[in-house]
């Protein structure tokens, strides 16, 4: 436990030492991949989808003496889910697949551990805000009905928790991250839903 204790302190001491000459604007590309879901309460997790993550971020160095940053950005991101819904008379069960692209700006910090003049560790942690500006609602074997998500009760507005890791080599970044939706997606009725969002992202920081 003290090797363990030690090594951190001197991580530490390392990190604010290297952190007098770090960038105080970093700006960056960044693309990925997630795997969403939606909670509904009390039903449950729904099914996931696969969607993309795509924008540009920048990072403000909060402090000369560590390297705290607080990072922002625009992405565009698409969400949802794929599950089962019983619908039509007379009941029957139909897969339906909900695609919701939004807007989103993330608001976290993040702290840089320097493990070398080229690695570094960061994790991070805050907010995100989104805004719905597109999407599809498709349910199968009903004549491939489509339709707008918005149109048919789920709201444009999101906002969450996120937390993840990442690591630059170079100028090179690679990270994974979690959202977790605070805001109840569906208005009207006793359900409450909220977007959950497994991502992996890879980018270029200027």
């Not at 690679?174 to 109840?184: D, K, P, R, W």
């Amino acid at each position: 436990m003290k090797k363990y204790l030690s090594a951190l302190i001197a991580l530490l001491f390392v990190t604010t030492l290297t952190a007098q000459g770090l960038q105080k604007n970093i700006f960056g590309i960044r693309a990925g991949i997630n795997s969403s879901t939606m909670m509904h309460k009390p039903k449950g997790d729904t099914g996931s989808r696969i969607g993309f993550d795509f924008g540009a971020s920048y990072q403000r160095l909060l402090s000369t003496h560590n390297p705290l940053h607080f990072e922002t950005g625009l992405y565009l991101t698409s969400k949802g889910y794929e599950d089962y819904e019983i619908i039509g008379m007379p009941f029957h069960s139909s897969m339906v697949d909900i695609n919701l692209i939004y807007l989103q700006v993330p608001l976290v910090l993040n702290y840089d551990f320097i493990i070398s003049n080229d690695v570094t560790i960061q994790p991070l942690a805050g907010l995100y805000v989104a805004y719905g500006i597109g999407g599809k609602r498709e349910t199968k074997k009903v004549a491939n009905s489509s339709h707008s998500p918005y149109d048919m009760g789920y709201e444009r507005f999101d906002w969450g928790l996120k937390i993840g890791i990442g690591t630059t080599f170079h100028n090179i970044y690679a990270g994974v991250g979690y959202e977790f939706g605070l805001y109840n997606k569906v208005h009207g009725g006793y359900v409450k839903s909220g977007n959950r969002s497994l991502c992996l992202i890879l980018g270029y920081n200027f």
